[in-house]
C-alpha cells in the first residue's frame, strides 16, 4: 500500500476557498453595520499573534506557527459565521461579480412597525 502526499499545491480550489473567506472577512470588517463587538474577534486574533504568549511558544519550529495560523483561521471564520446574514450574503455576491468594496445601503433593511400610544 503506497502512501499519497497531498498538499494546498495540488488542490488550487483550497487556496481559492481560503482567499476567499479572506476578501469576505475583510469587507465585512469593513462594513458599517456589523457590529463592533463582531469586529474585536478577528482584532483579538491578530493581537494573539503578535503576543509574547502563545499555547505553544514560536522557538519551537513550524509548532509555534502553526499554532498561530490555526487562531488566525478559526477567528476569520468565527467572524464571518457570526456577521448578519443580510452583510454576509450582500459581500459574498458582490465578491463574485467582481464588485468593487461599497457598504450596504440604507434601503437593504426595513423595519416594519406600528405606532402604539397610550
Known amino acids: 500500500m503506497a502512501i499519497r502526499i497531498s498538499s494546498w499545491l495540488t488542490r488550487p480550489w483550497s487556496l481559492r476557498s481560503l482567499l476567499l473567506q479572506g476578501r469576505l472577512a475583510f469587507r465585512l470588517f469593513r ?3 456589523v457590529p463592533m463587538v463582531m469586529k474585536a474577534v478577528p482584532l483579538l486574533a491578530l493581537l494573539y499573534v503578535v503576543s509574547p504568549i502563545d499555547f505553544v511558544p514560536d522557538f519551537i ?17 468565527l467572524f464571518v459565521r457570526l456577521c448578519p446574514g443580510g452583510a454576509h450574503t450582500f459581500h459574498r455576491e458582490a465578491i463574485t461579480q467582481r464588485r468593487r468594496y461599497s457598504p450596504m445601503t440604507p434601503t437593504d433593511d426595513v423595519i416594519d412597525a406600528e405606532w402604539r400610544h397610550g
Open 61 to 77: 519550529p513550524g509548532l509555534g506557527q502553526l499554532d498561530d495560523l490555526g487562531i488566525v483561521l478559526a477567528a476569520l471564520e
Open 31 to 33: 462594513e458599517p453595520r
